[in-house]
């Protein structure tokens, strides 16, 4: 057993604490504590600047928060975040640094990572010198020192990644140039469906555009597949000289990129003390500052930097990360639920929830314990989400009359980034009603009240009252801030990450590696030569050769 794992049961005596108080009479419920406490609003809430976390709509108790925390202190959290900024290899399995906090650093900050031959290296400096590399490289683009292969200036970005090396860019890119748009046009291919590329090709200029390669291994094959595919489709259009000027690579993997043919002035690199669902903060933002400008690119830095001085710094009872960590444990743990619904009533955030799917489960989709033994509990829920209001209209009728507990986490900026402040109030309105009518709910006496002064007859009410009945008492947390923009962004994203962290410590496991994808990608590798005409189809279960025979056969390919 690893030194730094605990055994399950430094923690049992905290989780059986907590499922008693939840089984306890009103354990589960949310309006009692409104009502036995009038400060319950600010006391279940915390804030960091401008950022207010309100976890009141929770049922939460005061005894359960001091439960939750005893949990946490006796999962050592305190110690983990010590260990996770001190650079220790938190990522165990790996024997990696999980120091991404030096990509948003200071230079002079001290963050050090583990070396894989031994040692630490100076990670703050290490990320200070690739990304002053990358800002001369943004703005000599800007400013038409860099150019393609004709000379004319570059108006698209297409970024070729999958996974952290797309969500991320592609998210924060979009979230930044919502409005105002961007100084040049980024696209993102991810998926190694042809279709996808066809698309792109379709669409994009390749003589205006610039090429990145985005993989921290150079060897993920849906981002190698495209990338040759947009070098052929390149070089037949330009000639294979504009490959030089309009390809550049964003990896740790630099035997790799040369390979590919890409200079070494035109990779920029990290460390693999980066993860991937980590790495928008490293080279992998490349795309970010190329569309929002380099100024930009810093104050997302910033922003993430404030929040890791905050949950660095911050006791438990007032740390953001934390108490959102601990919010999500009760709710998944304690009451069982197996979802967590994000809302973002912010049509710039729209790839949100598809960013936090990986970080999140990615990071905590997992069973197996530091220890080696099995987790006793539930660890990550399913993540999904959509915009406000348009999840309204969607999914949300599951939420508010479901049988399933779907927590939900609300975002909304105070102040619009567009000058009509009604249509910013009408939304802002949804999202107070929305949470309200999660607690609250609507009871039977209440919609036949409402029945009857609308002038239905009792059969009408006594058919159709109760499909209009709201339980309430379901959960939900808000984080409000004044604005989106690149600071708060960063801010906010980091608020996540470090809320991940801490799950995972709490549930003992390691949120840094990734494991449960391999399998699938190597099935794949030995499959793809397998679906050849006439290839022979090699040893599966019944299913899946009989659907390879049917997709060959449907193809004309029998
Ligand atoms: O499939 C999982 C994964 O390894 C992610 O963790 C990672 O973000 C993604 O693939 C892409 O990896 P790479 O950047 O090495 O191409």
């Known amino acids: 057993m690893p030194e730094t794992a605990l055994p399950a049961s430094a923690t049992k005596p905290a989780w059986d604490k907590l499922a008693a108080l939840a089984d306890a009479p009103d354990g589960r419920l949310i309006t009692p504590l409104f009502k036995a406490d ?21 049922s939460i108790s005061p005894e359960a928060l001091a439960g939750l925390l005893d949990l946490a202190r006796a999962a050592e959290v305190e110690d983990f975040i010590k260990r996770l900024f001190a650079g220790e290899p938190v990522n165990m399995t790996e024997h990696r640094s999980a120091m991404h906090m030096a990509l948003r650093s200071k230079p002079d900050a001290g963050y050090r990572a583990v070396l894989p031959e031994g040692g630490f290296e100076d990670a703050s400096a290490v990320a200070a010198h690739e990304r002053a590399r990358m800002e001369k490289f943004v703005r000599a683009v800007h400013d038409g020192s860099i150019v393609a292969a004709d000379g004319k200036p570059f108006t698209d970005v297409l970024n070729i990644g999958i996974g ?34 066809a698309q792109f090709a379709r669409q994009l200029d390749p003589a205006r555009t610039l090429v990145l390669v985005a993989s921290k291994t150079f060897t993920t094959l849906e981002t190698m597949t495209n990338g040759h595919a947009a070098r052929d489709w390149m070089a037949a259009a330009l000639g294979e000289d504009a490959v030089h000027h309009q390809f550049a690579a964003l990896s740790t993997n630099l035997k790799e990129t040369g390979k590919f043919g890409i200079p070494e002035d035109r990779v920029f690199g990290f460390r693999d003390w980066v993860g991937g669902r980590y790495s928008v903060w490293s080279a992998i933002g490349l795309s970010v500052a190329l569309a929002a400008g380099w100024d930009e690119f810093e104050h997302f830095l910033a922003g993430g930097r404030a929040m890791d001085g905050h949950f660095r710094d911050t006791p438990l009872e007032k740390n953001l990360p934390a108490l959102m960590a601990l919010t999500g444990i009760w709710n998944t743990d304690i009451l069982g639920a197996r979802t967590l619904c994000i809302l973002a009533y912010d049509a710039r955030l729209a790839r949100f929830p598809a960013y936090l799917q990986q970080l999140e489960m990615e990071s905590n989709g997992k069973s197996t314990r530091l220890a080696g033994d099995r987790v006793a509990h539930q660890t990550c829920p399913v993540v999904f989400g959509e915009p406000g209001t348009d999840a309204q209209h969607s999914f949300m009728q599951l939420v508010h009359q479901g049988p399933a507990l779907v927590p939900v986490d609300f975002i909304l900026a105070a102040e619009p980034d567009h000058d009509r402040p009604e249509a910013h109030r009408i939304l802002a309105s949804n999202v107070f009603a929305q949470a309200e009518a999660l607690l609250a709910g609507k009871t039977l006496a209440a919609v036949t009240e409402e029945m009857k002064k609308a002038g239905d007859d009792d059969a009408t009410i006594a058919l159709v009252a109760p499909h209009r009945v709201f339980t309430g008492e379901r959960a939900s947390t808000t984080i409000l801030q004044k604005k989106l923009d690149a600071y708060s962004l960063g801010r906010l994203i980091v608020l996540y990450e470090h809320k991940v962290a801490v799950q995972g410590a709490i549930w003992g496991i390691n949120s840094f590696d990734q494991w449960g994808v391999e399998l699938g990608k190597k099935l794949a590798q030995s499959i793809i030569p397998q679906l050849e005409p006439g290839a022979p189809i090699g040893t599966h279960d019944a299913s899946t050769t009989a659907l390879m025979h049917r997709f060959r056969s449907l193809r004309g390919e029998a």
Request: hydrophobic share 40%.
């Open 38 to 58: 009038p400060t319950r609003a600010e006391t279940f809430s915390a804030s960091f600047q401008d950022m207010f976390l309100d976890f009141s709509k929770t």
């Open 164 to 197: 952290g090396s797309d969500l991320g860019p592609r998210m924060v890119s979009q979230a930044l140039t919502f409005v105002h748009g961007a100084k040049i046009e980024p696209h993102f291919l991810s998926n190694v469906d042809g279709h996808a590329f």
